[in-house]
């Protein structure tokens, strides 16, 4: 019962609804690159996700040994340019803009959540070393890297802090040119594995200098091997155990002076990792979506295959068969449409932050990568859990898939930085940054936006006042309390994601594109905003 067709028509569909361009990248060339891409995923990887899930990671004797299939499928993706697509021209790389490369993840995360894991964090790698690393380090990493030859992971956290990050106490010590990294990390995803010839840590750790909290970090990338394939002291001790992705290995990784290379400035090594941080939080809200797409597919098929009771509608019962096929049951019509009504307009949020990543909007891409990460994730949960209720008993086995499909996307909401985390990170961070800037643009372009749809555009322009309402209340009472401001910016962060995805369908409209499926999400899913407005300005009451 696995299943995938790739999305291509709705990808084609958001180059033109967003009016992209690019001057290598042009329609015709994306069309051929995600027809191309779309036939490996769904001839090859969707293949591999059982297996990941059901053998996963083994670890034997200090090593951590992933299926043959993922084996094989990495180095496919190797072959045939996948790793190297968005990477820089410069290093090997085919540069290939944000919004092809949120297109790929997305298939590639439908295809196999556990595996895709691995490219998003070595292309984050690639990205830190591009911008800030030495040209020797430059030059001696980053071919291999794009080529797929060596991977790459962060290691933040410790067993005694996780967010908070200034509480680290891994050390570097001079040493000549370089230094001596000395501590334990947990939670490294893809930390040890054997697929590459060598894996490179990006580790945060504190001089003997350092300040305290989080301005003593420092960053050091730090090598599986040195040269002549010497083992530089980094060392697997265990995985996790966990509900999901067992594919992907989540590691215990003790550095036992393993020889490190400074990256950027001393004590500047928390804002360099942010920007892996940042892509990778966007990059995770695209792997759920492509999650509960595949979980999508997998129950509308089934609603489409599976018999059981009658019809209410006499015209709509097949009077030859002995019961009517599911689809035709109103319930089941309408978890179907939940789920369906929302992907689309996700996908064109993405697509949306895309081009802001790539236009240089600082600012808009601040506020949407918390969106993505969080308003995305937790949503597609619940559509994944959607897509199991569709298929009754059958969902919950393991023969009907969406079981795997739940248990996986659950870390979503959990890894790079949980959900609540990102709330904080929008309202007390980026909002009170540019003291509601970036917001207020927002909430003007909601009410000056042309939509042909005369119930949408009044739906935009409700929206207006509900953020204006809402950054109004916080404005005023996050000022004088702070702990306010904080228990309501989980509900001003889906305020905003609601917001959001009310604006992409404005979009569509504009295009007479998805109809029907846009008046549903008028009238059954954006009145959740109403509610979110009543708890953003009721948040005192988590205090008590």
Same mark, same amino acid.
């Given at each position: 019962?696995?299943? *995938?067709?790739?999305?291509?028509?709705?990808?084609?569909?958001?180059?033109?609804?967003?009016?992209?361009?690019?001057?290598?990248?042009?329609?015709?060339? @994306?069309?051929?690159?995600?027809?191309?891409?779309?036939?490996?995923?769904?001839?090859?990887?969707?293949?591999?996700?059982?297996?990941?899930?059901?053998?996963?990671?083994q670890?034997?004797?200090?090593?951590?040994?992933?299926?043959?299939?993922?084996?094989?499928?990495?180095?496919?993706?190797?072959?045939?340019?996948?790793?190297?697509?968005?990477?820089?021209?410069?290093?090997?790389?085919?540069?290939?803009?944000? +919004?092809?490369?949120?297109?790929?993840?997305?298939?590639?995360?439908?295809?196999?959540?556990?595996?895709?894991?691995?490219?998003?964090?070595?292309?984050?790698? +690639?990205?830190?070393?591009?911008?800030?690393?030495?040209?020797?380090l430059?030059?001696?990493?980053?071919?291999a890297?794009?080529?797929?030859? *060596?991977?790459?992971?962060?290691?933040?956290?410790?067993?005694?802090?996780?967010?908070?990050?200034?509480?680290?106490?891994?050390?570097?010590?001079?040493?000549?040119?370089?230094?001596? +990294?000395?501590?334990?990390?947990?939670? @490294?995803s893809?930390?040890?594995?054997?697929?590459?010839?060598?894996? +490179?840590?990006?580790?945060?750790?504190?001089?003997?200098?350092?300040?305290?909290?989080s301005?003593?970090?420092?960053?050091?990338l730090?090598?599986?091997?040195?040269?002549?394939?010497?083992?530089?002291?980094?060392?697997?001790?265990?995985?996790?155990?966990?509900?999901?992705?067992?594919?992907?290995?989540?590691?215990?990784?003790?550095?036992?002076?393993?020889?490190?290379?400074?990256?950027?400035?001393?004590?500047?090594?928390? $804002?360099?990792?942010?920007?892996?941080?940042?892509?990778? &939080?966007?990059?995770?809200?695209?792997?759920?979506?492509?999650?509960?797409?595949?979980a999508?597919?997998?129950?509308?098929?089934?609603?489409?295959?599976?018999?059981?009771?009658?019809?209410?509608?006499?015209?709509?019962?097949?009077?030859?068969?002995?019961?009517?096929?599911?689809?035709?049951? $109103?319930?089941?019509?309408?978890?179907?449409?939940? @789920?369906?009504?929302? =992907?689309?307009s996700?996908?064109?949020?993405?697509?949306?932050?895309?081009?802001?990543v790539?236009?240089?909007?600082?600012?808009?891409?601040?506020?949407?990568? $918390?969106i993505?990460?969080?308003?995305?994730?937790?949503?597609?949960?619940?559509?994944?859990?959607e897509?199991?209720?569709?298929?009754?008993?059958?969902?919950?086995?393991?023969?009907?898939? #969406?079981?795997?499909?739940? &248990?996986?996307?659950?870390?979503?909401?959990?890894?790079?930085?949980?959900?609540?985390?990102?709330?904080?990170?929008?309202?007390?961070?980026? @909002? =009170?940054?540019?003291?509601?800037?970036?917001?207020?643009?927002? #909430?003007? =372009?909601?009410?000056?936006f042309?939509?042909?749809?005369?119930?949408?555009?009044?739906?935009?322009?409700?929206?207006?006042?509900? =953020?204006?309402?809402?950054l109004?209340?916080?404005?005023?009472?996050?000022?004088?309390?702070?702990?306010l401001?904080?228990?309501?910016?989980?509900?001003?962060?889906?305020?905003?994601? #609601?917001?959001?995805?009310?604006?992409?369908?404005?979009? *569509?409209?504009?295009?007479?594109?998805?109809?029907?499926?846009?008046?549903?999400?008028?009238?059954?899913?954006?009145?959740?905003?109403?509610?979110?407005?009543?708890r953003?300005?009721?948040?005192?009451?988590?205090?008590?």
């Amino acid at each position: 019962m696995r299943y *995938y067709q790739a999305p291509i028509d709705q990808f084609k569909q958001l180059i033109t609804i967003f009016n992209y361009s690019h001057p290598e990248y042009d329609a015709q060339t @994306i069309d051929a690159l995600l027809i191309g891409m779309s036939s490996w995923v769904e001839d090859k990887m969707v293949g591999t996700n059982l297996v990941g899930d059901e053998i996963g990671a083994q670890f034997v004797q200090g090593q951590v040994i992933l299926p043959k299939a993922y084996d094989e499928a990495y180095h496919q993706m190797a072959a045939n340019g996948m790793l190297s697509l968005g990477m820089p021209v410069e290093w090997g790389g085919l540069g290939a803009p944000p +919004i092809v490369m949120n297109m790929l993840m997305e298939m590639l995360s439908s295809g196999n959540l556990s595996l895709s894991t691995c490219h998003l964090l070595s292309s984050g790698v +690639i990205r830190v070393l591009d911008a800030f690393a030495n040209d020797s380090l430059k030059n001696k990493y980053l071919h291999a890297m794009v080529e797929g030859k *060596y991977s790459g992971v962060m290691c933040l956290t410790e067993p005694q802090c996780g967010t908070d990050l200034g509480l680290i106490v891994t050390q570097a010590k001079p040493d000549g040119d370089s230094f001596l +990294i000395t501590g334990n990390k947990i939670w @490294i995803s893809f930390g040890e594995h054997q697929m590459t010839e060598n894996i +490179i840590h990006l580790v945060l750790a504190k001089l003997p200098d350092a300040p305290e909290g989080s301005k003593g970090i420092s960053l050091f990338l730090v090598p599986k091997y040195l040269e002549n394939a010497k083992l530089n002291g980094v060392i697997c001790t265990g995985i996790e155990k966990k509900m999901g992705t067992h594919g992907a290995p989540t590691c215990f990784m003790s550095y036992e002076g393993a020889r490190g290379y400074l990256i950027g400035e001393p004590h500047q090594g928390l $804002p360099l990792m942010f920007q892996m941080m940042n892509e990778a &939080r966007l990059a995770v809200g695209v792997q759920a979506l492509g999650v509960a797409e595949i979980a999508y597919q997998a129950a509308l098929k089934f609603a489409h295959e599976r018999r059981q009771s009658r019809a209410l509608r006499p015209s709509d019962r097949e009077m030859d068969k002995k019961a009517d096929l599911i689809i035709v049951h $109103p319930d089941v019509k309408r978890m179907l449409h939940n @789920i369906h009504c929302q =992907l689309i307009s996700m996908r064109a949020l993405v697509a949306f932050t895309a081009i802001k990543v790539e236009e240089g909007h600082q600012a808009w891409s601040g506020h949407l990568t $918390p969106i993505i990460k969080s308003f995305l994730t937790e949503r597609c949960v619940d559509m994944v859990s959607e897509a199991m209720q569709v298929m009754g008993g059958m969902g919950y086995t393991k023969d009907g898939v #969406i079981e795997q499909y739940l &248990r996986d996307v659950r870390v979503t909401m959990i890894y790079e930085g949980t959900n609540g985390i990102q709330a904080l990170d929008l309202v007390a961070r980026k @909002i =009170l940054k540019d003291q509601g800037k970036t917001v207020r643009e927002f #909430i003007e =372009l909601l009410r000056s936006f042309e939509c042909p749809d005369e119930p949408f555009t009044q739906l935009l322009k409700k929206h207006a006042n509900q =953020l204006e309402q809402c950054l109004i209340w916080l404005g005023v009472n996050g000022m004088k309390n702070p702990n306010l401001a904080a228990a309501s910016a989980s509900d001003f962060l889906r305020l905003m994601g #609601i917001a959001l995805l009310s604006f992409m369908w404005a979009h *569509y409209l504009r295009h007479g594109l998805y109809l029907a499926e846009a008046e549903y999400f008028r009238l059954m899913l954006a009145p959740e905003s109403e509610v979110f407005v009543s708890r953003v300005v009721s948040g005192q009451w988590v205090l008590l």
